[in-house]
């Protein structure tokens, strides 16, 4: 698993950021439900912080993992 991350980031600071900005999905000022899916937007984040902290391999692992739950829901 810890070839999964980028060896060059901080793991405390991306920790903080990561929890400090789990709010911004669920905020409806930003987000409101009449204009966005909620399970969506965080799709979308979570996707978003994964690929800036994983590794080549980590990046690997995410698209296989993707296309096999793509595939498993029909699509």
Known sequence: MQRD?????????MARLHVGS????IDQ????VR??????????YIYHFVRGVASEQGLDK????LQEAKAAAGG
């Open 29 to 32: 000022s930003l987000f409101p």
């Open 35 to 44: 204009e966005f899916q909620p399970d969506q937007v965080f799709k979308e």
């Open 62 to 65: 995410m698209t296989k993992y």
């Open 5 to 13: 991350y980028r060896k060059d980031l901080n793991p405390e600071i």
């Open 22 to 25: 789990l709010y911004l999905p």
